[in-house]
């Protein structure tokens, strides 16, 4: 397999490295050697195509170089972003091939930084970036280039990736979005608001695209495009340094094929900021250890999966191939020892007959204080829907917003309570996939809120995987795979258990 995917892999010179150091397991900080990535045969599959994972142990054995790995990538690009336009800046060539020559050089000369070590990853258009211009879609941000990263950004080039651009975004991740194709159908609806993000995986023009979700904007798009997308306990990782929506349901999180490949990204970026009073007091995540064991035959037999019951707001109005889909991955559960439990998860209880009761009221309060000034000062910079979101938000009573967060710490500690009878909870995605750019949904959704932003409003942890295919508009279908806040391991757990005996994260778009 070559870079582009066509003969054998060539080692060239970076596999000149003692073989000792070719073969050491990657070793976590402060953390004897209990794990490593299981070893990947070379494929005969582009190296673009690999997961995470895949390409890491292929670096960190010297099999394959961030240099093929980067020129691949540059390949990729070239062919299909005319098509698809993921990108509001790609980065120069030369630019990205420097990144991937230096890992290359730290590597063989013994310093491997991880999983992440030569990993080509692309930012959402609302991280800061030093010297990289950040506009979040936004006259109000017009040219702007912040002097320092965020600190998930800094996260990934600590751990050594290679940043190939910037990629499109709605307007400061809610209005007007990003005209980004969907590499499955380009007349099918992508999603937003981490549109970019979720098209540069799925087309494979990077490995990991990061992304934020203020209300389903990582899980939403990761549905529809076929991918795997993670929004993790709210704190898990740093806010600092990425233009807000709505500070306190705001939650950065990693884009990419596969639940294995999330958790490796989790561990690199999350764990304690103390530029973000909100991140959780864990120096740093080791999610990953809990998916790299040794394979089990039942790996699931200790854990209960709740299925919510057929009339519970979380299955929503599913369509039919929906609906079919996600009874076959509750049987899937079932093969690999799960206990599945039917539950009500009370995320409607009397007195409350919709989450955009009060999310809405949140969010929009939120925007309103963080634009206020925005507003008055430069208003011809916002588009007329952002401008009318945040002028809602200035115009929000106080009272209003006190009362919402209220409502929400009561509907929290009621909804959360569906994590006593079960470790995860399982439930088709809000996905409009098969929605035609510009048309009304073709299928009934619900008026009561959305079956992604509860997941915000609670800040526990959920993931979007790939269940499927529609037969009849050959569209990507999707579950979520929830848990207790600060649990976002067995979420993992169980969805890597999934995918590895389905293997639907692993199709890739003709492109």
């Known amino acids: 397999m070559s870079a582009g995917g066509g003969t054998a892999l060539t080692r060239r010179n970076f596999v000149k490295g003692a073989a000792a150091a070719a073969a050491a397991p990657w070793v976590p900080m402060s953390r004897q050697p209990r794990w490593t990535i299981p070893p990947v045969e070379p494929q005969d599959v582009p190296l673009y195509d690999l997961e995470v994972w895949q390409a890491a142990d292929l670096i960190r054995r010297r099999i394959v170089s961030p240099v093929e790995l980067a020129e691949a990538t540059l390949e990729r690009i070239a062919a299909t972003e005319p098509r698809i336009e993921t990108f509001v800046n790609q980065y120069p060539a030369d630019e990205i091939m420097a990144q991937a020559e230096a890992a290359e050089d730290e590597i063989a000369a013994g310093r491997y930084l991880g999983p992440l070590h030569g990993i080509t990853v692309g930012l959402k258009d609302i991280y800061l970036t030093e010297g990289k211009v950040t506009e979040g879609n936004s006259g109000l941000y017009r040219g702007f280039t912040p002097s320092f990263d965020a600190t998930s950004v800094a996260r990934l080039k600590a751990a050594g990736a290679v940043i190939v651009g910037k990629v499109g975004t709605a307007e400061l991740a809610t209005a007007n979005q990003w005209p980004a194709k969907n590499p499955w159908d380009f007349d099918r609806v992508a999603g937003g608001s981490s549109t970019g993000s979720a098209t540069g995986v799925a087309a494979s023009q990077f490995m990991v695209g990061m992304g934020t979700c203020t209300g389903g904007s990582i899980r939403g798009p990761a549905a529809n495009c076929g991918i795997t997308g993670l929004k993790p306990t709210y704190g898990a990782i740093s806010l600092h340094g990425v233009l807000p929506l709505a500070w306190s349901m705001d939650h950065p999180g990693p884009m990419v094929h596969s639940a294995r490949d999330a958790a490796l990204v989790l561990d690199a970026v999350g764990g304690e900021d103390p530029l973000d009073p909100h991140t959780r007091k864990v120096a740093r995540y080791r999610t990953a250890e809990a998916l790299f064991w040794e394979p089990?035959?039942?790996?699931?037999?200790?854990?209960?999966?709740?299925?919510?019951?057929?009339?519970?707001?979380?299955?929503?109005?599913?369509?039919?191939?929906?609906?079919?889909?996600?009874?076959?991955?509750?049987?899937?559960?079932?093969?690999?020892?799960?206990?599945?439990?039917?539950?009500?998860?009370?995320?409607?209880?009397?007195?409350?007959?919709?989450?955009?009761?009060?999310?809405?009221?949140?969010?929009?309060?939120?925007?309103?204080?963080?634009?206020?000034?925005?507003?008055?000062?430069?208003?011809?910079?916002?588009?007329?829907?952002?401008?009318?979101?945040?002028?809602?938000?200035?115009?929000?009573?106080?009272?209003?917003?006190?009362?919402?967060?209220?409502?929400?710490?009561?509907?929290?500690?009621?909804?959360?309570?569906?994590?006593?009878?079960?470790?995860?909870?399982?439930?088709?995605?809000?996905?409009?996939?098969?929605?035609?750019?510009g048309d009304d949904p073709p299928r009934p959704r619900e008026s009561t809120g959305s079956k992604t932003n509860m997941w915000n409003l609670s800040g526990a942890p959920a993931v979007a995987i790939p269940t499927g295919f529609s037969e009849v508009e050959g569209m990507p279908l999707s579950m979520q795979v929830a848990a207790a806040p600060g649990r976002d391991e067995i979420a993992l757990i169980v969805a890597d258990a999934f995918q590895q005996v389905t293997g639907h994260h692993r199709a890739r778009p003709t492109l």
């Open 296 to 437: 089990r035959p039942n790996p699931l037999e200790r854990v209960v999966v709740g299925v919510p019951a057929e009339d519970d707001f979380l299955m929503g109005v599913p369509y039919d191939e929906q609906l079919s889909a996600f009874g076959e991955a509750v049987e899937v559960m079932r093969s690999l020892g799960a206990t599945v439990r039917t539950v009500r998860t009370n995320v409607l209880f009397p007195g409350l007959t919709s989450l955009s009761s009060f999310y809405l009221v949140i969010r929009s309060a939120e925007v309103g204080a963080y634009q206020r000034h925005n507003l008055l000062t430069q208003p011809d910079n916002m588009s007329e829907a952002y401008r009318s979101r945040v002028a809602s938000g200035v115009l929000m009573p106080g009272h209003a917003y006190v009362q919402a967060q209220r409502v929400r710490r009561h509907w929290r500690d009621q909804f959360l309570t569906v994590f006593d009878e079960c470790d995860v909870l399982i439930h088709p995605a809000d996905d409009i996939a098969g929605l035609v750019e």
